[in-house]
């Protein structure tokens, strides 16, 4: 493949010092190469292509002479060579001297390549290349290409900017460079789906896309390939095997094998894992040896494996020693235990198999991860442990019906319910709940899914339960209360509930603004305005602080607002408060439906207030929801019965004007997405003439705009 802007980058550099430092198949050689061809007329290389030989300096020295004759056939080498045939101990000190003064008297510029410069470890070699590098003259540059950083003064020449540097993040292809490789070798064009995913996997790196292109060649079914494209894939095994481990000593491989476990990892870490001490001085040699392994933070604290490579890792791991992986696996999740995070430990007791372990842990954390919207973690833990390990642990069972419930899955309560009603009392439980039956009753009392009257007793025993202010049950079996008082009508005795719940600060975000909301709601119920406001202010500030914006539990927050802007006679205000509160409780319909129904009376009256027809499809929704529930809700009933009158009695009003029967035909396409000239076509007239009828029917409906017809005309009753 050819990389004409690393290129680029190479010819453009007037530094002393290229360094191309990359692991293996990173296309290294090939990139210099293509330099090389590319500047042929203009600029010579002197080429060396080295190996573990060349630790010897005579030899090293002798072939570096000779390949500068080549390119320079001006230079003398007789001088050199007879210094290294001396073999004398002062061989190393004169060569240099020699080599600088026949390199200064160059008439033009030369560049000396030293591939695969890690082949070389003896100090002296390293040293005398280190003593050429300082000295050499403005018309010579040198190069290393190699998969190790040498043991060279690199972080002075960065700074002077004597040094240009090309690693591994520069070599990895691009999108466009690995679809052209797979075309090129293979014949193949993925589709940008399963192109995307090969470099996803391969992270770029050529030797991975040209071995995978390999592979595709004939394959029947490229997609499903790429997808299952691996580190234990043949080609990528016996290239990282022969190039890469077979390399190391066995202590490297001891460590890379047995941290390959870990997704991501730090010295402390692998020291526990591993169990033996010096993993700082392991982890600086895989990466001064570049061996695949790439830092995951500035500071360099933390790193992983390349993919494809960690792959391997595991593969060979799991054949050679299966049965230590579950015990590297609990010391690793021991290790998180301790210093977080603490999703890490359960991912590494579950692949431990230690369900008691991962069990304790998901019961302490589970309810932070839902306060941060992300129950789906929890449940995705749940799964792993599977619904037998689940049903024999009742706080799994707990944890469970918990995280079903914020997600909207009723089956799945009524599934764990049982199991933990079974269990006992059992407390208290490592989240804080009292008891397995505060558990219980806190589930009935805040979600209602068994109905109003249920969900009013079963927060009153919460309430009953749950008596300890430092938790945050505390309050949310308050808030539970107060909710369902309000919905029956008793805002009073919901005042009383809320404001228990609101007194102590223990709760986080998601339940104090529930607690919040409610007792707005309770306060407008009331009269009291003021007290309303301070309420839904201090709402709506935990909202944007929490970050809880999108969360469909934050929309009673909405409602709460959309209530006391309806009591202010702020009538449009309520109505964006309470569609939003509406759209974020359909995004999850399965969640307790009593926040999504006040949602809609609320909004319904609204609409009414403001003459709009539109609250009837409102109020026929409400009416489904209710009609859904186990109990007869009289209240709300009642209140949607109301509505109902409300919106018989609206009678549609007509415009002061009548329109047209063409002009009722142009508004009724205006309600689409048609602009005036497709308009102008489906009805097989000029767009003069729709922007005629159109500005007549905004004159006659006192409209300016597209969207403020369509919406009186609904007000109307003309749709």
Not at 204 to 229: E, K, N, T
Not at 463 to 484: H, K, M, Q
Not at 680 to 686: A, D, K, N, P, R
């Amino acid at each position: 493949m050819e990389r004409p802007a690393l290129v680029q980058r190479l010819a453009e550099t007037a530094a002393k010092l290229v360094l191309v430092d990359a692991p293996a198949g990173y296309g290294k050689t090939t990139l210099v190469a293509q330099w090389r061809v590319s500047a042929r007329d203009r600029l010579p290389f002197a080429w060396v292509s080295l190996d573990p030989d060349d630790n010897d300096l005579v030899r090293l020295w002798t072939h570096v002479t000779h390949a500068l004759h080549r390119a320079r056939p001006e230079l003398g080498v007789q001088p050199i060579l007879e210094i290294l045939r001396a073999q004398s101990p002062g061989t190393s000190g004169a060569i240099l001297p020699a080599l600088v003064n026949e390199l200064a008297a160059l008439p033009g510029p030369v560049v000396l390549v030293l591939d695969d410069y890690h082949m070389i470890k003896e100090r002296n070699c390293q040293e005398l290349v280190g003593s050429l590098l300082h000295h050499l003259p403005p018309t010579a540059q040198l190069v290393l290409t190699t998969r190790a950083d040498p043991p060279l003064p690199l972080g002075r020449m960065r700074s002077t900017g004597d040094m240009i540097e090309i690693r591994m993040s520069d070599l990895r292809f691009s999108s466009a460079e690995a679809s052209a490789l797979v075309d090129r070798t293979a014949g193949v064009q993925l589709s940008a789906p399963d192109l995307a995913e090969l470099v996803r996997r391969t992270e770029g790196w050529p030797a991975g896309v040209y071995l995978a292109a390999l592979s595709l060649r004939g394959h029947p079914s490229p997609g499903d390939f790429v997808r299952r494209f691996s580190g234990d894939s043949r080609y990528i095994a016996d290239l990282l095997v022969e190039e890469v481990l077979s390399r190391q000593p066995a202590h490297i491989r001891h460590f890379l094998a047995q941290t390959a476990i870990l997704d991501r990892f730090s010295a402390p870490l692998c020291e526990a894992v591993v169990g033996s001490p010096g993993a700082a001085e392991i982890i600086d040699t895989l990466e001064r040896e570049n061996l695949f392994v790439v830092p995951v933070d500035e500071n360099r604290g933390w790193y992983r494996y390349h993919r494809l490579f960690a792959q391997l890792l595991r593969s060979q791991l799991a054949r050679a020693e299966p049965s230590v992986i579950p015990d590297l696996h609990r010391r690793a999740s021991a290790w998180y235990r301790e210093w977080g995070p603490t999703d890490k430990a359960i991912s590494h007791a579950l692949a431990a198999g230690d369900a008691a372990g991962a069990v304790d842990l998901i019961a302490c954390r589970w309810f932070a991860y839902a306060g941060l919207g992300r129950i789906g973690v929890v449940r995705g833990w749940l799964h792993t442990l599977g619904d037998d390990l689940v049903a024999a642990h009742p706080l799994a069972a707990h944890c469970a019906a918990w995280a079903a419930a914020l997600a909207g899955d009723r089956p799945s309560v009524a599934r764990w319910l049982p199991v933990i009603e079974a269990a006992g009392h059992r407390g208290p439980l490592p989240d804080g709940m009292q008891s397995l039956q505060s558990s219980v009753a806190l589930l009935r009392g805040v979600h209602g899914f068994d109905g109003l009257r249920v969900m009013r007793e079963s927060a009153t025993v919460a309430v009953r339960l749950e008596d300890d202010p430092a938790t945050p049950w505390y309050a949310l079996a308050r808030a539970g209360l107060g909710f369902s008082l309000y919905l029956g009508g008793d805002a009073d005795g919901a005042a009383a509930a809320l404001e228990e719940a609101v007194i102590h600060e223990s709760a986080i975000p998601l339940i104090r603004q529930l607690a919040l909301s409610c007792l707005c709601l309770a306060a407008v119920g009331q009269g009291r305005l003021e007290r309303a406001q301070e309420l839904a202010d201090a709402a709506t500030g935990l909202t944007a602080r929490g970050d809880l914006g999108e969360a469909p539990q934050s929309a009673i927050a909405c409602l709460a607002a959309g209530a006391l802007h309806a009591a202010q006679g702020r009538l449009e205000e309520a109505s964006s408060e309470l569609e939003r509160a509406v759209r974020l409780r359909r995004k999850v319909p399965g969640i307790s439906p009593w926040p999504t129904l006040e949602g809609l009376l609320l909004l319904a009256e609204v609409r009414l207030r403001l003459g709009d027809r539109t609250a009837a499809e409102l109020l026929d929704e409400a009416q489904d929801v209710l009609t859904a529930l186990p109990d007869d809700a009289e209240t709300l009933l009642a209140r949607l019965r109301r509505l109902g009158e409300e919106l018989a009695a609206l009678s549609p009003v007509s415009p002061p004007e009548p329109l047209t029967e063409r002009e009722a035909t142009v508004l009724r396409l205006l309600r689409g997405t048609l602009s005036l000239r497709e308009i102008g076509q489906e009805l097989h007239l000029s767009p003069n003439t729709i922007k005629t009828h159109t500005r007549v029917i905004y004159r006659k409906l006192g409209a300016s705009t597209r969207r403020q017809a369509v919406e009186q005309a609904r007000r109307m009753g003309i749709f």
